[in-house]
C-alpha cells in the first residue's frame, strides 16, 4: 500500500518540528492514525507571505491570512500532497477564524484534503488541555503559559511538546468539549480523523 502523503503548515518548528524531527502537529495525527501516512513537506505560515502562488485559484481579498491560507493550500498540492494538515494559532485576533475559513473556501477547486484549524489561544493551549487543565480556549496566551508553567512544563521545547501529546489522554478532550473548553483541539482531532483516515483507506 502506499503511504498517504501528508504536507504540514504551523508556526515553526514546535509544530511541525524540524528536519527530521517530529513536531506537535505530526504528533497529533499520529495519536488518530498512526501508520498509512507519511509527511512529505512542510512549510511555517511566515513564508506564506514571501510565495507567489500561481493560477490555480483566485486568492481572496482582505485579511492575510485568507490569502495565506490559500497559499498554503496551493503550496501542498503542488508538492505532491494527498493531505494537507495545518494549525493557525489565535493569537486574539478574532478576525483570523473568518480569514482562515475564506482562505479554505477559495481552495475548494484544489484536489487535495485538508485538516486545518485554529488554536485557541495558541498551540500551547492545545497542551495544556491535554494536560488536563480546563477552559484552555477561552484562556490568553499569558494565562496559558502560567498554567503550563504550573504542570512543569518548558515552553517552546518541541520534544516536550511531543512528549505530551504522546502521553496525553485524548480521548478526555474528545469526549466532552464543554467540560474540557478545548472545543478547538476536539473539532480538530475529529476532523483529521475523518479526513485522514478516508484517505488512508480510500
Not at 125 to 152: F, N
Request: net charge neutral.
Amino acid at each position: 500500500m502506499v503511504a498517504v502523503k501528508v504536507w504540514l503548515g504551523g508556526e515553526g518548528n514546535n509544530d511541525l518540528g524540524g528536519d527530521g524531527e517530529v513536531g506537535a502537529i505530526e504528533a497529533l495525527l499520529r495519536r488518530v492514525e498512526r501508520d498509512g501516512w507519511q509527511v512529505c513537506g512542510k512549510t511555517p505560515w511566515w513564508t506564506l507571505r514571501k510565495y507567489r502562488a500561481g493560477g490555480a485559484l483566485r486568492m481572496p481579498t482582505g485579511h492575510g491570512d485568507a490569502k495565506n491560507t490559500a497559499k498554503l493550500a496551493l503550496t501542498a498540492w503542488e508538492g505532491g500532497a494527498d493531505v494537507l494538515a495545518f494549525t493557525r494559532d489565535l493569537d486574539a485576533d478574532t478576525e483570523r477564524p473568518q480569514a482562515v475559513d475564506d482562505g479554505l473556501a477559495a481552495s475548494a477547486g484544489i484536489d487535495i484534503r485538508i485538516i486545518g484549524g485554529i488554536a485557541r489561544p495558541a498551540i500551547e493551549g492545545w497542551l495544556a488541555a491535554l494536560l488536563g487543565i480546563t477552559g484552555t480556549d477561552q484562556m490568553s496566551r499569558d494565562r496559558v503559559a502560567r498554567e503550563l508553567a504550573a504542570k512543569g512544563t518548558t515552553l517552546k521545547e518541541t520534544e516536550e511538546y511531543v512528549a505530551i501529546i504522546t502521553e496525553a489522554h485524548a480521548g478526555l478532550v474528545l469526549r466532552d468539549r464543554h467540560r474540557t473548553g478545548c472545543g478547538s483541539l476536539r473539532d480538530w482531532l475529529q476532523r483529521a480523523a475523518d479526513v485522514l483516515g478516508n484517505a488512508i483507506r480510500g
